[in-house]
C-alpha cells in the first residue's frame, strides 16, 4: 500500500499529513496501522527514526475522531522529552480537530497537572513516575478519567518493562480498564524478549518486526573509533577531540553515565570556549526544554547528556558522538551512536576507553559485530603541550562552583519525599487491609 488513505486512514488525518509533507507511509506504519484500526492489539519492532509515534498516533486519532469522549488514550514514555515530542506529533496531526493533550511529567507543578487531568483531555502523553504519584496522591476526581481509555501505548517499551519502572507500571494498571476493554500498542526499537513473551499471553497481538534488525544495527556510514586513554586525563583527550579539525566546527553529541559527570563537563567545556547545553535528570524542566531547543537550532554545538537523549529524541544533522563514558549494556551503546548517520548521512563515533572498560568494548563489539577502530589524530605530545592544564583548571573550578551550590542537593531532597511517600501509603494500604477483630464486628451488628 502506498498512501495513508489506503491504509484506511480517515480523510481529516491524510489531509493533515499532506499539510505537513508526510505523504507515504514507513514499513511500521504501512504493518500496523490496518492491523491497530481492525481492533487489534500490536506489538511493532523498528528502528529509531522509522516513525513510531505516527504508526501509533494515527489509528487513535482515526477511532477517537469516530467517538470522542474524555480521556481517550494514555501513551506512557520513559522520558520528559520524549513525552514532549510525541506531544507535539498528536497535537500537529490533530489540530484541524482541536484535539486536546495534556503532558504529564515530572518537574512540573502537581496542583496545576492534577487540574489539567480532571478537565479530561483527549490524550494524556506521561512518564510513568509522575503519572503514578498522581494516581497515589491526587484523588479520584483527578484519576477517573483513565478508567475508561480505549488506547494504552507503552513507547520504548523494553525500558518500560524493565525493573526500573515495575511499581510506578503496577500502579497505573490497576487503574485502567482491563485489557479486554482496551487495545494496548507497545512499540519498540529492541524487541527484547520481555516485550516478545507478552504475544504467548494474548491470541489477538499483532506483531510486526522489521527482518533482521540486528544485522542492520549500524549503518554502513558511521565510522566507529575508539581513544585509548588514562582515566585521569579523559577530560583533556575530549578537548583535543573537540579541537581537531575534522570535528571543530560539527553538531555532535557526548554521552555520560551520570548527571554529576554532564553538568561538570557542561561548566568545564564552557570555560574552555565552546558552544554547548546540556541534558539530565538534575535539571528543570524549563531547562531541559531550552537547551533541546538550543541544541535543534544550532545556538549550541555540542550536546551533553545522559541516556535520556539516547532514544527517541528527533534531533536532525547530528554529525558525530562521543561516548565519553562506555554504558554497561551494548544496546545502550548501539542507541547512543545512532543519533548520528541517520537517513544515509555520514557520521562518527568516538568511545573514550579506559584501562578499565575493555570487557565493555569487546561486548559492545561482539553485539554490533564488527571492530572499533583506532582514531589516529590524536599526539600525546600535543595533548601535553596544548590541553592538559587548560582543561585541569577548568575542570577544577567547574567542581569547586558545583560543591558551592550544593549540585544534586535536590535530587537528595526528591529521593527522601519519594521513599516518604511510599511509607505513608504502605501504612494506609496496611490500615486499610487490616482483618475486622471479633470485637469490631459485635460492636457493628449491635449498632446496626
Known sequence: MSTFHELGVADWLCESLNSMKIHKPTSIQAAC?????????????????????????????????????GVYGLVLTPTRELALQ????????????????????????????????????HFIIATPGRLADHILNSGEDTINGLRRIKFLVLD??????????????DRIFNVLPDSKKRQTLLFTATVTDAVRS???????????????????IIPSTLS??????????????????????????????????RTKTAEMLRRMLRKLEFR????????????????????KANAAKILIATDVASRGLDIPNVEFVINFDIPADPDDFVHRVGRTARAGKKG?????????????????????????????????????????KSTSDAKRESLIEMENENFGERRQINKRKHIERENENSKVMKKRNKPKTLKSVKHKSTSS
Open 33 to 69: 496501522i490496518p492491523e491497530v484500526l481492525k481492533g487489534k492489539d500490536c506489538i511493532g519492532g523498528a528502528k529509531t527514526g522509522s516513525g513510531k509515534t505516527i504508526a501509533f498516533g494515527l489509528p487513535m486519532l482515526h477511532k477517537w475522531s469516530e467517538d470522542p469522549f
Open 348 to 388: 562518527d563515533s568516538i568511545t573514550v576507553v579506559g584501562e578499565k572498560d575493555i570487557e565493555r568494548v569487546l561486548a559492545i563489539e561482539e553485539r554490533i559485530n564488527d571492530k572499533l577502530k583506532l582514531l589516529e589524530d590524536i599526539s600525546d605530545n600535543k595533548l601535553i603541550k596544548d590541553s592538559l
Open 276 to 295: 554547548v547545553t546540556s541534558l539530565h535528570s538534575e535539571m528543570p524542566q524549563t531547562e531541559r526544554v531550552n537547551s533541546i531547543q538550543r541544541f
Open 86 to 121: 510525541i506531544a507535539e506529533q498528536f497535537s500537529a496531526v490533530g489540530s484541524s480537530m482541536n484535539i486536546r493533550v495534556k503532558v504529564i511529567v515530572g518537574g512540573e507543578d502537581m496542583i496545576e497537572q492534577a487540574l489539567a487531568i480532571q478537565k479530561k483531555p
Open 198 to 216: 507478552l504475544k504467548d499471553k494474548n491470541d489477538k497481538v499483532f506483531v510486526h518486526e522489521i527482518e533482521s534488525v540486528d544485522k542492520f
Open 156 to 169: 520504548e517499551a523494553d525500558r518500560l518493562l524493565s525493573n526500573s519502572f515495575g511499581k510506578d507500571l
Open 224 to 257: 566507529l573509533y575508539y581513544i585509548f586513554v588514562p582515566s585521569y586525563v579523559k577530560e583533556a583527550y575530549l578537548n583535543e577531540v573537540l579541537n581537531l579539525d575534522i570535528y571543530k566546527d560539527k553538531v555532535g553529541i557526548i554521552f555520560v553515565n
